[in-house]
């Protein structure tokens, strides 16, 4: 009699079964292991860059193109035991009652360059009885011979001979005189970038705008906390205190974010910016770039650039005709400060995503009379809603790191379907109250249907436009009252000396103007820095390219030497590994085109 087969033995079997047919060298035969619609979405491991295909015939084109399947070969694969996801375990397959699926991680080797991958497997059984994938992701670890260490550092040096004062100034002596990486901008990205590049002894510079490092936090309104949850905010190699808030406040993570550069021993200069006009030897493969530090100009000859200030980052003010004649105060709410100062006073705030929602209800908690303008839908979720999703997607206990890793594993477009299919029509039924209450109050009401892909949700708007939705902390319940108005389907079309007239002929009156109109995309700084000729050769940044990867950030731009990198504090903390790894290549030789 034979014995049921476990999802351990299913697992071993068809990993044994790739590892076979990719040997052959066939796609054909590497593909017969995959569900017709199956996935396979590729961190680094078969070419330098991001890749997601959909279906086996998009799979054969992957594997063929620059002989990838013969080039690189994945070798070795073996279940991951040592998994904190776990071992490989049955789960159920959604929308198919009874159906059940494999789920594992794995290990394997690369033997071009000699390296170590990870990868995710969803198996599912065929027509034909046998388990093939649905989903299949692979994603570069290690470079072999140049691993990052996974233990603690012992702590003392040279035979307890040298200082641990005089290792990091030595290394920050060597960062600051000639370093082979410069992050302009220590905001989560940059930092999480830089610590990755320090474990792998990259010689890297942080460069940052403001006084100190965490100022882009410290500086915003008083009232500010983050939207989303702790583990979500999660840096890597630095948990925070088991006691910090679900929610942090914006003073409190500005000073988790400066001991994050400290106890990380991370070379950061701050009041330093980069200037205008930077160059890029080819011959050298080096930059030439100006940095005021401190108002001393500072020449250094990178061999890398990443801009990390962040996928927006100069406020973005429309020009209104006759502001000139307006006796009120305007400003971007990025500079918002001193609410009480409107008490009694009329606001008008224009915008009604994040922002505009957030200044309208810290201005209403202090007093003011706040108009809200708003030109098209915006996608509003409660925020005691999406923490039930992200407390599924990045739960206490088990590392943001393996949540990440997780999570990548399906890919956006993917993830997009499933989105409009399951998680949207889930969200609209548990905050369907607040939803009806907004729209009787005339708020206009979304899922992202603009973008092209359907309803999509917070989800997929983070994805491709970084904009357009709301995690209500507060503000909806005071449009649903009337204590804050709204105004919809317009926009602001000219000041006038006590007011402004709306596109639909309307008057409001205005002791203050609050713009909460977003920010120029990244695009824009680097036009600024580095000039139209750079820029042509250079990726669009965010939003999704034809496979469904997000366009130019923590991958090759186009350009030799020049990176972006951009995004929450999750794309920051997964995708950041992998930049580094591609710089790490660059840096010791065994990058190959």
Request: hydrophobic share 40%; with cysteine.
């Amino acid at each position: 009699m034979s014995s049921i087969p476990t999802p351990s033995t299913i697992a071993h079997s068809w990993l044994d079964q790739l590892a076979t047919q990719l040997a052959t060298g066939s796609p054909e035969a590497v593909t017969s292991l995959f569900q017709p619609d199956g996935w396979w979405r590729d961190h680094l491991c078969l070419s330098w860059d991001f890749h997601a295909n959909e279906g086996v015939e998009a799979i054969k084109t992957f594997l063929t193109t620059q002989n990838r399947i013969t080039k690189r070969v994945l070798t070795g694969f073996v279940v991951d035991a040592d998994s904190p996801l776990g071992g490989p375990t049955f789960q159920d397959v959604p929308g198919q009652p009874g159906a059940q699926s494999v789920e594992a991680t794995f290990r394997f080797r690369i033997r071009d360059p000699a390296a170590r991958g990870r990868g995710f497997v969803r198996l599912l059984p065929g027509s034909d009885g046998e388990w093939k994938a649905f989903l299949f992701y692979t994603a570069l670890t290690d470079l072999k011979g140049y691993e990052e260490p996974k233990q603690r550092p012992i702590g003392h040096y040279d035979g307890h001979t040298r200082s641990w004062d005089s290792v990091v100034a030595q290394e920050f002596a060597a960062a600051e005189s000639q370093p082979s990486v410069l992050v302009v901008g220590a905001g989560q990205a940059g930092l999480m970038l830089a610590a990755r590049l320090k474990a792998l002894k990259v010689n890297t510079l942080l460069i940052e705008k403001t006084p100190r490092v965490g100022d882009n936090w410290r500086n915003r309104y008083e009232s500010l906390t983050l939207h989303t949850t702790v583990t979500h905010a999660s840096y890597p190699y630095q948990a925070y205190p088991a006691n910090m808030p679900t929610y942090i406040p914006r003073t409190k993570l500005a000073n988790f974010v400066e001991s994050y550069a400290l106890l990380q021993d991370l070379p950061v200069w701050t009041s330093a910016e980069l200037l205008s006009g930077s160059t890029y030897d080819t011959s050298s493969g080096r930059w030439t770039v100006t940095i005021l530090h401190n108002g001393t100009r500072v020449n250094l000859r990178p061999k890398h650039v990443v801009l990390a200030t962040g996928p927006v980052g100069v406020p973005l003010i429309p020009k209104i005709p006759g502001q000139d004649k307006f006796k009120g105060t305007t400003y971007h709410s990025s500079a918002h400060r001193e609410p009480e100062k409107w008490r009694g006073k009329n606001v008008v705030v224009v915008g009604a995503g994040v922002s505009g929602n957030d200044m309208a209800l810290d201005l209403t908690t202090r007093g003011a009379k706040v108009l809200m303008i708003q030109r098209s839908p915006i996608c509003a979720i409660r925020q005691s809603t999406l923490k039930i999703s992200m407390d599924r997607a990045w739960p206490e206990g088990r590392p943001a790191e393996e949540s990440d890793f997780l999570l990548a594993a399906t890919p956006l477009n993917l993830l997009f379907r499933i989105a409009v299919n399951h998680i949207t029509p889930s969200l609209a039924e548990q905050d369907k109250e607040m939803l009806d209450g907004l729209r009787k109050a005339g708020y206009l009401t979304g899922w992202g249907e603009e973008m092209g892909y359907g309803p999509i949700g917070q989800l997929g708007l983070i994805s491709t436009k970084l904009g357009g939705f709301y995690l209500d902390v507060g503000n909806a319940q005071r449009i649903i009252d009337g204590e804050v108005k709204i105004k919809s389907g317009v926009e602001l079309a000219e000041f006038e000396e006590s007011g402004v007239r709306l596109s639909d002929g309307t008057f409001a009156p205005a002791d203050c103007v609050v713009f909460a109109t977003g920010y120029h995309p990244m695009g824009y700084v680097v036009r600024q820095l580095f000039g139209e000729e750079i820029i042509k050769q250079t990726s669009p940044i965010w939003n999704l390219d034809a496979e469904g990867e997000l366009r130019g950030v923590f991958r090759p731009t186009g350009h030799p030497g020049l990176w972006f990198a951009a995004g929450g504090f999750d794309h920051a903390r997964y995708l950041s590994q992998f930049l580094a790894l591609q710089l790490l290549a660059r840096e010791v030789g065994v990058y190959k085109e």
